[in-house]
T-cell receptor, first 115, second 112 residues
Framework: GAVVSQHPSWVICKSGTSVKIECRSLDFQATTMFWYRQFPKQSLMLMATSNEGSKATYEQGVEKDKFLINHASLTLSTLTVTSAHPEDSSFYIC???????????FGQGTRLTVV | GENVEQHPSTLSVQEGDSAVIKCTYSDSASNYFPWYKQELGKRPQLIIDIRSNVGEKKDQRIAVTLNKTAKHFSLHITETQPEDSAVYFCAASGGSARQLTFGSGTQLTVLP
């Protein structure tokens, strides 16, 4: 299967600071990526869809100025949580969309804890 | 948009028994229905999927059935083992929406 690398796998930061999460596809290229968020004991919820070379599309209730997405290339997308607060503590997972393959390819996930 | 409902939220079975988890979806345009197993702190792991042109698919102890008319699909695990204990999610995608919409999850516990 396709290889997706997401890091860091976990991060602890102070309230008010920013955290960047990277997601790379190692053996394929794709134009579209999905970022999901999963709170403890809850399901995965789509936060935003990013396309290489264009602005990301955010789901209702997700602040675009707080969760900055940079889809710089066909193999790299980053999510920056700006001015993080404890309520942003969650598990963030990226998923690359390969148009010719319906299966989703997830990163390992990033456990963010804001203290 | 798509809405996926999943039941039950928790399920306990004795080792060797079968487990069934059910999901319903709302968007008739959805055509891809994967099931994931997720262990604590890890990414979802695809265990089986089915597309809308198929009614049933089986892979060893795991099977999935799809009823397009009723818009529901089910996961069946036979001869359960303690290592099957995890959270299971159903999901749906398709039509103009390639992102996955997940069900709420089922915590499966297999008792030895």
């Amino acid at each position: 299967g396709a290889v997706v690398s997401q890091h860091p796998s976990w991060v602890i930061c102070k309230s008010g600071t920013s955290v960047k999460i990277e997601c790379r596809s190692l053996d394929f290229q794709a134009t579209t990526m999905f970022w999901y968020r999963q709170f403890p004991k809850q399901s995965l919820m789509l936060m935003a869809t990013s396309n290489e070379g264009s602005k990301a599309t955010y789901e209702q209730g997700v602040e675009k100025d707080k969760f900055l997405i940079n889809h710089a290339s066909l193999t790299l997308s980053t999510l920056t949580v700006t001015s993080a607060h404890p309520e942003d503590s969650s598990f963030y997972i990226c998923s690359w969309d390969r148009l010719l393959n319906t299966e989703a390819f997830f990163g390992q996930g990033t456990r963010l804890t804001v203290v | 948009g798509e809405n996926v409902e999943q039941h039950p939220s928790t399920l306990s079975v004795q080792e060797g028994d079968s487990a069934v988890i059910k999901c319903t979806y709302s968007d008739s345009a959805s055509n891809y229905f994967p099931w994931y197993k997720q262990e604590l702190g890890k990414r979802p792991q695809l265990i089986i999927d089915i597309r809308s042109n198929v009614g049933e698919k089986k892979d060893q102890r795991i099977a999935v059935t799809l009823n397009k008319t009723a818009k529901h699909f089910s996961l069946h695990i036979t001869e359960t083992q303690p290592e099957d204990s995890a959270v299971y999610f159903c999901a749906a995608s398709g039509g103009s929406a390639r992102q996955l919409t997940f069900g709420s999850g089922t915590q499966l516990t297999v008792l030895p």
